[in-house]
């Protein structure tokens, strides 16, 4: 058992793109479980745009980390003492201890997870926070039909790929939106969308409207910037728009130049009788059981298809971070923090 | 019988405000009924917002008036020949026959008034296409809650008078916006909302916030422009904004200038959870029975209050409409075209 600890704080807020120095890692002492604690190694940590956000001061829909403190995140740990009457050593469970290899925990937010539905970082992934998103902005906001045309932003990363592999079940026209020619054929080819377009090759906004001759009726919005301003003219009558992150704005400073959009936005609202609406995946947590059936049932039998793209070592989450918000993953970016014990 | 028909033309498309001259007033010969038809006279007509976007070219939800054709919307009619064997002499129908004394019908589009129900020109409000509007608007998207903080702008008009009421009939707390002191004290003390504001007095914005310390939890937005503005810090977490209509931008003829606020707008529909759903009336047409059996007895029995503004004449309706589109009007805009029979 090692006595040091290694630990990522949040040692500035950033201004506009976050940069190295915005990180610290610290070494400090192991600690040990008291009466009713638990001590988990992380074997996985969730790196997700949502991070970017936490890293501001000031309210958002959760609390900041504070300047000094341990980055927040999800991993997947390894129960390795537990003084908890509920839990015992070699347990895997998903718990919100951030950035570190090793922390306390009194059992609350735990997670246990079952190595029989899949490997376990999915947990973090297809199985967990992003998939759940998916499902549930798809299926309670977008409402996708048959015939229906989807058009998904950040393609193939963790929610995109399921949004679109989703919609493709429920017998829509599937439109990704991905950077860069290999994530387009693997959008394309591998997750069997109808469709995936290169936001980085010029003219997309020409290139989806004849990718979408019937318009769009669900935009699932997990980008912002010049994807939505490309979607938006070919919204269709009663189109939905689940809005689920904005990636393309998290490192702004300020507003674009104008003119003013609101007013054109909130005209074609109007006459198109759109609904946009702003969720959060922990509004629907109460669908986790029926999306874990469903959704792990199709990742099981290989209709749903997801990838991984797994750095090693805590020391890299930093930087690993800084390439998620400029779209440099290609899946899901986990980092391997620690030893994996053999899968069941 | 007279044996000459008038009718207010569209002389030409405005830019920005209407002016009288894009309004014309001919003389025509009197149709008489074919087989099969009806000929309908005029009792009142309609004036509403959405007339202005009418009178654009372009595709809308509707169909633009053409130049040199009849300005369109509904009026309160009597039948005054029938060779329709649905339709006797002396009927009184809600008709879409536009901005003129007399019309032929077919029967399409008629719908038969109850003068039991009220005045027969509360079909043009109240109880007709604004009070349903209302009506849906609040009930499908506002989804109002006892103790919830309801903001309605135009709040004396035929929409927000009658979103303002109902919101207090959920038990909720209404703070209406309207546009000067005699309005905003007959909102006040006639129609019992909580408060309401004059938008035209200093620091709409600071006021409004005095007004809602609890925030706002239903926004129903007919107006835009200043108010959307004042309005849109104070939106709480799920929030509901029903987009009705927009009338401080349609004579607008060309965006605001910057910044561009629609990444901001995304934001707080992301971090608040807000839902922005747009409607017509006519999305909800189902439900007019329901709306008619309940709001029409919260009207017979004075707990909704209903105030017209009545003009004399046709040939007054341009004058008026553009009255409107500034404010101008004190409840619900009807002209009375023709000598209206003794009400049963």
Redesign the interface.
Known sequence: MPTQNKQILLASRPHGEPTLDNFKLVQTELPSPAPGQLLLRSLYLSLDPYMRGRMNEGK??ASPVEVGGVMGGQAVTEVVESNHPDHRVGEIVLAPIGWQEYALSDGDGLQEIDPSLGPISYALGVLGMPGLTAYTGLMNIGQPKPGETLVVAAASGAVGSVVGQLGKLKGCRVIGIAGGAEKCRYVNEELGFDDCLDHRAADLAGRLKAACPDGVDVYF?NV??EV?TAVFPLLN?FARIP????IA?YN?T???????????????????????????VS?FAAQFPQFLEEVGGWVRAGRIKYKEDVSEGLENAPRELIGVLRGENFGKKIVRVGTVPREA
Chains 1, 2 share one sequence.
């Open positions: 958002s829909y919005e912002g910037g939505f009558n809005v689920c992150g904005l704005h702004a300020e507003l674009p130049s104008g003119p003013d959009r609101v007013p054109l936005l909130m005209q074609n609202v109007l006459v198109k009788r759109l609904t946009l609406r702003g969720f959060i509004d």
